[in-house]
């Protein structure tokens, strides 16, 4: 074999490998950029779940905030107003309090009944029975004209409502519990 063959058989392969290396270098930088872009898509719909599940953490707290706390405020104002009929002073505006957070009770209940588990439904619906219960019986005492009978139910409404703070407390412990607040409940419970 010449030289000048050698020499051209050398030339045709350097040319050759130098082609077929800036093909394999935009076989690998695609197939780069294609992971690269995999990764990000991944990594979004990641943070999209996480901004989703955030979202209905926060919408299931504040649910259970005002749950809870227009529970709480209608036994309050249902309390109030049962140790104003016990003094016999005018309750007119205790009446109105209870009538209003009857109104916010329910509407919160029900917004809860479409979005909380029914764990906390059946704990919260525990603590809703004994308000309800103890609404009836406050009526009864209103169209009550003896002062003696209106007495023993008095003290049965204040009874029903001072039991609901221990009914309130173990549905509250159910929410923190969903809410990751607390890992289990507390010894009491």
């Known amino acids: ?14 040319v050759c490998g130098t082609l077929a290396s800036a093909i394999f270098t935009q076989h690998l930088s695609q197939r780069a950029k294609t ?3 995999e990764h990000a898509e991944r990594r979004s719909l ?17 649910c259970y905030i005002q749950l809870n706390a227009n529970d709480r405020n209608y036994r309050d104002a249902m309390l109030a107003y049962a140790y104003a009929l016990k003094t016999g002073s ?5 009446a109105t309090d209870v009538a209003t957070a009857r109104r916010a009770q329910r509407d919160a ?19 809703n ?13 209103q169209q009550e004209a003896d002062a003696s009978l209106r007495e023993p139910l008095l003290e049965e409404v204040i009874r029903l409502l001072d039991e609901i703070i221990p009914m309130l407390s173990r549905a509250r412990v159910i929410m923190r519990m969903e809410l990751g607040v607390i890992d289990e409940p507390p010894p009491w419970y």
């Open 1 to 14: 074999m010449s030289s000048a063959i050698v020499s051209l058989v050398i030339a045709i392969v350097g």
């Open 35 to 37: 992971l690269e872009l």
């Open 46 to 62: 990641a943070e999209q779940e996480a901004a989703e599940k955030q979202r209905k953490t926060d919408q299931l707290r504040s």
């Open 90 to 94: 005018p309750a007119e505006a205790e």
């Open 109 to 127: 209940r029900a917004e809860a009944q479409m979005t909380v588990s029914e764990e906390v439904i059946g704990a919260e619906g525990q603590v």
């Open 129 to 141: 029975v004994q308000l309800t219960v103890a609404y009836r019986r406050l009526k009864r005492v």
